[in-house]
């Protein structure tokens, strides 16, 4: 999400938490970063295994951008994103049928 006007940049949807979960949307966000690539870019994350990978490091530090993450069980820095899947999830899940993963990648 582009903390500037709330645009989602990219997103990964997959049945398993793998890594092409979140390097392939990197990958994405990226091509689309450096279109305006005036300022010093950010990315905050949790501290999942996915954002500690040495891809995920790699691949920021070969872009130049500046990785945040936030102490354990300290949300500061992914705070924005939290609170996107929590309105996420409400306006897309509460009260909802469950749908199987096929028709909810269709959804997207």
Not at 41 to 49: A, K, L, P, R
Not at 71 to 100: H, P, S, W
């Amino acid at each position: 999400m582009d903390l500037y006007n709330g645009e989602i940049l990219s997103f990964g949807l997959t049945k398993k938490p793998t890594l092409d979960l979140v390097l392939k949307p990197l990958d994405q966000a990226i091509t689309i970063i450096k279109k305006d690539a005036r300022y010093r870019t950010t990315i905050h994350s949790d501290q999942g295994w996915h954002y500690q990978h040495q891809r995920w490091v790699s691949t920021l530090k070969e872009n130049k951008i500046y990785q945040s993450m936030s102490r354990k069980a300290t949300c500061a820095d992914n705070a924005a994103m939290e609170n996107f899947f929590g309105i996420m999830k409400q306006e897309m899940y509460y009260g909802e049928v469950l749908v199987d993963y096929e028709t909810l990648k269709k959804m997207n």
